[in-house]
């Protein structure tokens, strides 16, 4: 938490994106509740890329969880000030567009360059670019509360944020499709039978849960998590012969890795 000077005193501020660390996991926590913990404003979208270019300069985190202050995970656009015509609302269409470029487009740059792997803690609602950015993590866990709605097209809009990109490859084209042409919420079971997360638990034991799985992935060495969490990536695009060259090319570099080394003594040990 940051300050700022009001007369002759300092005011505690409040960072739209809190940081908490545990160990070699983080806790990124949207914290804008009064506006549904909308992503679109400047502030959270500095906060993001600064916790992602953080996370991979500190090679003692191996994974992060992301989850939304109060009862919604983020609620996407600020909807007031697209009524209003503030912002980036309020600017001519091709401003709009280098808005977006400029804007909202940084974060899902941002999460996919994130070298550790990223668990989202759905805790409410996920909705619009809040949907997406969901999809922009690695794995998700959801609370029974949680829903899922790509609901752009109810409000004449089409996902400017990426969300074509990722939704599909997470549910596939004809589900995703069937999210962005009607714009319908998905509740928490329907999300888990459609592979969008993978797992429901109940709302209180949200955190612990994804804590459990955080620590999971974290007990598993950085160098090869980071480098897993890469050729996973890469693969999702490239062709079998370029994903195999990427492998063949990290490989070397974790078998030349002291922790690698350790851990082959120590099972030989047994």
Known sequence: MGVERIGGGLKPVREPLGIATVGT????????????????????????EAAVNAANA?????????????????AGGNVREMADGEGL?????AAQRQG???????IPRAMLRCEVPVIAAVNGAAVGAGC?????CDIRVAAESAFFAESFVQLGLIPGDGGSWFLQ????YERAAEMTFTGDRIDAPTALS?????????????????QVLADRIARNPGHALRMAKRLLTESRTSSLDSALTLAAAM???AHQSDEHRERVARWASR
């Open 169 to 172: 490859r997470v549910v596939g």
């Open 58 to 74: 500190d090679e003692k985190i191996r994974a992060v969880i992301l989850t939304g202050a109060g009862h919604i995970f983020s």
């Open 251 to 253: 490989q070397p570099l």
């Open 194 to 210: 459609w592979g969008m997360v993978s797992r429901v638990v109940p709302d209180e034991n949200l955190l612990a849960e994804a």
């Open 89 to 93: 609302f309020g600017l001519s269409g």
């Open 100 to 106: 977006y470029a400029e804007g909202i487009q940084r």
């Open 25 to 48: 996991v983080q806790i990124w926590t949207i914290n804008l509740p009064e506006v549904g913990n909308a992503i679109t404003g400047e502030g959270v979208i500095e906060a993001f």
């Open 132 to 136: 997406d950015l969901a999809m922009m």
